[in-house]
């Protein structure tokens, strides 16, 4: 854009920034609304011709870009609004003196509440705060449900794709093998259930690590758990790593980037 063509938007309302490298889009009124503001002294009528501009014509300030956004959001609310757990305030502060915003300084100034915990007042509630803070908090299960564990993991790949091809498999599993009580397997996967390598079928009250599901969607499986009362209380996994010799039929690239991984339900 021409600084011709920038000059003819500002008198009509519209300015383009550029701040430290990032492109904003506002409006005069905004950028003017604290009179005594650094901002207002420089696009004020006197003063626009000595801004200086970029390469395509738009205003620039020499300033943090990023934090810039808070300081146009400020502007154009005149209240200050942050994410939660921002920890950038001293610099945003130092970007508020810098544009003479001094009621934005102000609310800067002020640190922000502390979020407190709920105080202790036996020792079975300080059981039960560090239940909550140390993991997730699983319910009970409901009387006509039994409490239990199914473990569900999986082993594969990471196929990338070929000769400059877009098309990425990010995550290629050959078959989800699940593990646990049967009575709870069967309560939970239904027919998505493969039981067909499991030597000892037939009884509900035994364990077993053998069986496997149908189909290899892994949220699916995640699902039907979640639907169940199970929650997620572990997980772990290996890192990808060289298969060393590779079976016939078993892509060479793929090999190398072989993994396993479980995940520990619980329901209670």
């Not at 502060?93 to 407190?116: C, F, G, N, R």
Request: aromatic content about 10%; hydrophobic content about 35%.
């Amino acid at each position: 854009m021409s600084a011709n063509a920038n000059s003819n938007s500002i008198d009509h309302g519209i300015v383009e920034l550029n701040v430290g490298g990032v492109m904003y889009t506002t409006s005069l009124e905004t950028l003017t609304k604290q009179p005594d503001s650094l901002l207002a002294g420089l696009f004020g009528d006197k003063s626009k011709s000595k801004l200086v501009r970029d390469t395509k014509g738009k205003y620039f300030i020499d300033r943090d870009g990023v934090l810039f956004r808070y300081v146009l959001d400020y502007l154009r609310n005149l209240r200050l609004v942050l994410p939660e757990n921002f920890h950038e305030r001293d610099r945003l502060k130092q970007e508020a003196e810098y544009y003479k915003l001094s009621d934005m300084v102000t609310s800067l100034s002020i640190s922000p509440k502390p979020t407190h915990l709920p105080p202790l007042t036996s020792s079975s509630a300080a059981s039960g705060l560090f239940t909550q803070l140390s993991g997730p908090v699983v319910p009970p299960v409901s009387g006509d449900r039994s409490s239990g564990y199914i473990t569900v993991g999986y082993r594969g790949t990471f196929a990338f794709g070929r000769d400059g091809l877009a098309d990425v498999k990010f995550r290629k599993l050959s078959r989800i093998i699940v593990s646990g009580k049967v009575s709870l397997c069967r309560e939970v996967f239904k027919d998505t259930l493969n039981e067909s390598r499991d030597p000892d079928r037939g009884e509900s009250d035994r364990y077993t690590g053998r069986f496997f599901l149908k189909h290899t969607f892994l949220e699916q499986a995640f699902d039907m758990l979640q639907e169940e009362g199970f929650f997620l209380v572990g997980c772990c996994g290996t890192g990808t790593n060289s298969a060393g010799e590779v079976k016939p039929g078993l892509d060479t690239e793929e090999a190398k980037w072989q993994h396993y991984n479980e995940f520990v339900f619980e329901r209670r």
